[in-house]
């Protein structure tokens, strides 16, 4: 008989410390520990920066769609960002075999999605074979259930999930918005309807109304009852309505927090975060686990894919530089993983600034400076451009101003995100500027494995050796050696340039209260409410 022990934390523990929040600026969690009693009802407003046109949890895979849709749906377990601890969510306890190939889940009783029908283990099975059948459609959930070969309904209240091979990353999947559950029907719907938001969930929020790149509402549901441990508010949500609302200009967004227009964002500048504070909104931090922003170049394109252009860009870059332009609790990077998710090692020395090791590289592969300091080979400059949606202009204009002083001419172009969805893998582009948020190692597959959702054309099978075998690794010591050699490998060989780590600073006005992290970083509204 397997021998099965029961589970109630991950290995994610270990790097708790390095987790909890770091509150500035006014009272945490957007103000709520000195307001007094929250107040049912009311409407608060949520500021993002842009939208990508999907609102289905189990498709969405950028930051601010992630925390739109997260909002209505619940996941098997979560993760308490405090503790970093997996703790019971829809699943009341759980059972792992020795080698990671087998979970059994046990269902909490009188939990249902948002039209009624209960949550068991059927809707369980339905929704994972859904997510698996969904492949590059679900660029994250999908990724998680590699090498899911069984799902078999006990009973009612009791699923089993069963692996081909181990998989040490599960558990902590099972916490993420990417697995969220949403109700059997839901599940027959065509992709776009559920990216319209046509689906029932099964969390504390339902969609009112959507208009992509525009607008989202969500009502609080009044039956809810489910929330993690770790939530302040154990009952329904306070709030009654909840609007998020696209304000892509940084000055405006800012403009809208301080007239209140909006209540809360998770977007505002580091130089308008601190004008906030001194106004007296509150300000609640904390660092992103997952993979740090990174460039990943496209191995087929003929410049940013050249192996010289590659490793000179790794050198020339003075990552302390960055720091500058950031909060001050983000850092540079010193691996691709953030200092804060669970296996990280710094690797700091492959990543050292050397603009003359930079120089010279190109000098060899026949990249020549010319007379306007671009360099160039066989009559080609050294220029490409950077497709880019995220608020980082400042960011990537260090990051052009330092290449360029080695002769590389980067040029960037601010698109939009649902842009940059229809267009990512199109014939000629150069690369991506990406990083992704997850509590867990196994984000390396998410950000750079054959399901991602960008396709860069490395070949790299060393490095793709050991990023398969850290999913599979049960030993916490074995796990960590293969997360070493997979980084190392992506660094040595240039296949990505990590620039900067970041933290998410959630800014609310003075009565706005409660506004909060999962153990992802990633934004909960559950106990969130206003004067």
Known sequence: ???????????????????????CGGNGGGGGDAAGEP???????????????????QQVSSNDNINMAKQTVASLTAQDPETSE????LAEAWEINDDSTE?????????????????????????LEAIQGLAEASPLGATYLEDLSEIEVVDPQTVTIRFAEPSAQFLQATSTHALGLLSVDSLDLSLEERCAGDYVGSGPFTLVEYTPESSAEFA???????????????????????????????????????????????????????VLADAGFSLENRANPGMVYSWVPNHDHPVSGDPAVREAMIHALDRDAFVELLT??????????????PNYTDHSELLSHDSGHAEQVLEDAGWIEGEDGIRERDGERLTFTVDYWQPTTDQLQLMQQQLREVGIDMQLNLITVSEMFSTIND?????????????????????????????????????????IAQSQITDPEE??????????????????????????TIASTPTTHGVSFDGSSRIEFQSAWTE
């Open 220 to 274: 609080g549901r009044e039956d809810y009852a489910w929330a993690p441990a770790y939530a302040e508010n154990q009952g329904a949500p306070y709030l009654a309505t909840l609007q998020f609302t696209v304000i892509p200009e940084a000055s405006t967004l800012t403009g809208a927090l301080q007239s209140d227009q909006i209540q809360s964002s998770a977007n505002i500048s580091p130089l308008d975060q601190q």
């Open 328 to 341: 001050e609790d983000d850092r540079p990077a010193t691996s691709l993983l953030s200092d804060v998710t």
């Open 1 to 23: 008989m397997t021998h099965r022990t029961r589970i109630l934390t991950t290995v994610a523990a270990t790097s708790a410390a390095m987790l909890l929040l770091a509150g």
């Open 103 to 127: 979970f059994t889940f046990t269902l909490k009783e009188g939990t249902s999605f948002a039209d009624g029908t209960p949550i068991d283990a059927e809707a369980v099975k339905a929704n």
């Open 427 to 467: 014939e000629g582009n150069t690369g991506q500027w990406a990083n992704l948020t997850r509590a867990d190692a196994d984000v390396l597959r998410s950000s750079l494995g054959d399901n991602a959702l960008y396709t860069s054309h490395r070949d790299n099978p060393e490095a793709d050796g050991h990023m």
């Open 479 to 504: 796990r960590q050696v293969e997360v070493d050699a997979a980084v190392e490998s992506f660094l040595e060989n240039a296949d990505v340039i990590p620039v900067f780590q970041l933290s998410t």
């Open 39 to 57: 107040v049912q009802g009311g409407t608060l407003a949520f500021g993002i920066p842009d939208d990508m046109g999907c609102i289905d949890p």
């Open 86 to 89: 997996i703790v019971p969510w």
